[in-house]
């Protein structure tokens, strides 16, 4: 099967070709069959790129019209696997109106048709499931509007739900509380396939790759202690991705920079003494190295990578899955009490993520005395709650002393 698109080339009357909003055509071939389909969408025909398919990317709505097409396809492929499977050839007439059939329909964006579900919804709601679903909504504009990913149905993916994740953990927010909010939007994703504004069905694995991250896990931010840190650092493996993961790890605990912003950093950004950390969406700063991490960086500084990153690139997945392995070779069996009483609570090893790392520079540094302005300047969040609860950790500790007395 083989799907294009082009443009429509008429002449008018005069016998010049019209140009001015001319109907955009998808074809689909196979077997020797050829159906056309209207994309229901038009554009000036010199908007239209010939080489690409689609609308030239300087045209305004260029990312909606594309983004439509590249569904139709999408959907188009689907048909035909499915088609395909059965004993006999399809013919033109069952592709068109098994293709009619599934047609999605048409949005102006993810955010808007999430409006929709709100909309639609807000009768048959009780008022608390409205007012969660409207502050998820916040919640994603917020995410993509930091982190710069794209909100679309496409890529509503194993990436998304990494990057997400992550982005939720560095807030501070427990595994719980980001299962929560996969389940909010793994509701309105399945409205909004029911509704036809989503052909895409990769979201339906969210559950499956969140795996442990649903299990109950303490209220209060979860960080290694400096004994526990000092073994990732001595750490040695024959294994080359562990020994990568572990320097990702250690360079994000000496410093207080969070996974998202370890994973652009650029060569030019890392220094012998200092890194420079750019924004996305909030302020440049510029964070000042240890010996710790400048002995990490020494390491990759004449390495090269993709995008001239300053380190190994590694998904979030993929550095919270080694860090479990690496943490049970260590013997980080230390017990993490839930906050429910009686409930004995999981090994260390099987809680560690990337979003450790910073709690563990907080703690560290809490501990060092280092004003809590100063932390919150190095880890680029002002309004960090992590910074507060920690605190008062170590309050409660320094408090028991007054036992010995």
């Not at 429509?8 to 077997?31: N, Q, S």
């Not at 579900?117 to 930091?146: C, D, P």
Request: proline share 4%; net charge positive.
């Amino acid at each position: 099967m083989r799907v294009r698109f082009y443009i429509e080339k008429r002449r008018g009357k005069d016998g010049k070709l019209l140009k001015t909003r001319r109907p955009i055509f998808m074809t689909v071939a196979f077997h020797g069959k050829r159906v056309m389909i209207s994309t229901g969408k038009f554009v000036d025909l010199n908007w239209w790129d010939h080489e690409k398919q689609q609308v030239n990317e300087a045209y305004p709505d260029a990312r909606l019209i594309n983004v439509w097409l590249e569904s139709l396809a999408y959907t188009a492929g689907i048909i035909w696997r499915s088609l395909a499977s059965l004993s006999e050839k399809p013919g033109a007439e069952d592709f068109r109106k098994e293709f009619e059939r599934l047609r999605p329909r048409f949005s102006e964006g993810f955010f808007e048709v999430m409006f929709l579900f709100m909309k639609e919804g807000s009768a048959r709601w009780s008022s608390s499931s409205y007012r969660k679903v409207r502050t998820f909504y916040g919640q994603l504009q917020a995410f993509s509007r930091e982190t710069g990913y794209p909100m679309r149905f496409d890529r509503m993916n194993d990436a998304f739900l990494d990057t997400f994740s992550t982005f939720q953990s560095e807030k501070g927010l427990s595994d719980v509380t980001v299962q929560k909010m996969v389940n909010t939007l793994v509701w309105f994703l399945n409205w909004a396939t029911k509704q036809g504004y989503n052909v895409y069905y990769d979201y339906r694995r969210f559950y499956r790759l969140l795996g442990s991250r649903s299990l109950p896990v303490p209220s209060r931010p979860l960080y290694l202690e400096w004994q526990e840190l000092m073994k990732f650092r001595n750490y040695r493996t024959e294994v080359p991705r562990k020994e990568r993961i572990c320097d990702l790890f250690c360079l994000m605990c000496f410093t207080g920079i969070r996974f998202s912003e370890l994973a652009h950093l650029q060569k030019g950004d890392a220094g012998e003494n200092s890194i420079f950390i750019r924004g996305r969406g909030k302020k440049d700063r510029v964070v000042p190295l240890n010996k710790y991490a400048q002995h990490i960086l020494r390491k990759y500084r004449d390495r090269y990578y993709r995008d001239n990153l300053a380190l190994p690139p590694a998904s979030a997945v993929t550095v919270n899955k080694y860090l479990s392995v690496i943490g049970k070779e260590l013997g980080l069996f230390r017990r993490i009490g839930d906050t429910r009483e009686g409930v004995e609570g999981r090994p260390l090893f099987e809680m560690l993520t990337a979003g450790v790392a910073v709690q563990t520079f907080i703690m560290n540094a809490l501990r060092l005395e280092i004003p809590p302005e100063v932390i919150a300047g190095l880890t680029g969040v002002q309004s960090d709650q992590r910074i507060a609860l920690l605190r008062q950790e170590i309050a409660n500790e320094e408090i028991k002393k007054f036992n010995d007395i």
